[in-house]
């Protein structure tokens, strides 16, 4: 009960910590760089609100927020697109992966439909989350099964692979930031 309550106290403070220390420039840079590859402008304040977001949504779940921002670079390389089997958005989440969710973590759909994947990185990051948050249950914490998992497509090992690749790469990079 006591580590429940020490997280409970500490979880607020890390994220109040990390959005205190504003935006780190590794994050702004991969961001305008991946989506400039794509003809994509990227202002300020949509990569403050991005990693707001990312950052929010993962401390709330558990999930390090660094593994999300890899997710979303091999997702969508930081792109609101739409994928060649349905996926929506940054984390590439089908409307009915994301009933499913709804389903297991006992959620409302959108009012306005899941389409609203596509725009809102929020609600598409939370979504995304609370997937991954999903698998890493059901494979005892395992990041690379919990990744296959969450790809499932013929392609997956090698897509975990790729994913747990650039998750080291930022946590470096968030290092070199300390």
Known sequence: M???????????VQVTL???QGVPDWFTDLVVETRSKHGLTTDEAYVTSLYEAIVDVSNRLGIDHLLMIALILAESEF????????????????????RFVCKIYNLNEPEDGWVRLLWDHRLNVEFGALYLKYHLER????ILKALEAYNGGNSRSSYAVKVLERYKELMNHSLADR
């Open 79 to 98: 792109r609101n697109v739409v994928g060649m089997h349905g996926e929506l958005g940054l984390t590439q989440i089908k409307p009915e992966t994301a």
């Open 139 to 142: 494979n005892n914490g395992n």
């Open 18 to 20: 990390l959005l205190s």
């Open 2 to 12: 006591k580590i429940l309550k020490l997280l409970v106290i500490f979880l607020p």
